[in-house]
């Protein structure tokens, strides 16, 4: 899902349990579950932080750059089994 805000955000736990509902519950697909707690495994991708590496190969830093709302540029995710 396309997601505009941060990771902390109160409405990502609601998307989380949509998403859910969405993809395991309606269209039947088995998520892959954490092997300590048995819950499902979700991810926060944010498409606006940029990785910067040395010139010996290392990462150097993670740039974060501003985007707004609107672009929706962040998603949220959820791991399903193969």
Do not use: H
Not at 3 to 15: C, I, M, R, S
Not at 18 to 39: A, I, S
Not at 51 to 80: H, P, Q, S
């Amino acid at each position: 899902l396309s997601y505009p805000g941060n990771p902390q955000d109160e409405e990502v736990t609601e998307l989380r349990r949509q998403l859910y509902q969405q993809v395991v519950e309606n269209d039947g697909f088995k998520p892959k579950l954490d092997p300590e707690t048995k819950r499902p495994v979700f991810f926060f991708w944010m498409n606006d932080a940029k990785a910067c590496f040395t010139r010996a190969g290392g990462l150097g830093m993670a740039v974060y750059e501003w985007r707004a709302d609107w672009a929706k540029t962040n998603e949220i995710g959820i791991e399903l089994e193969c």
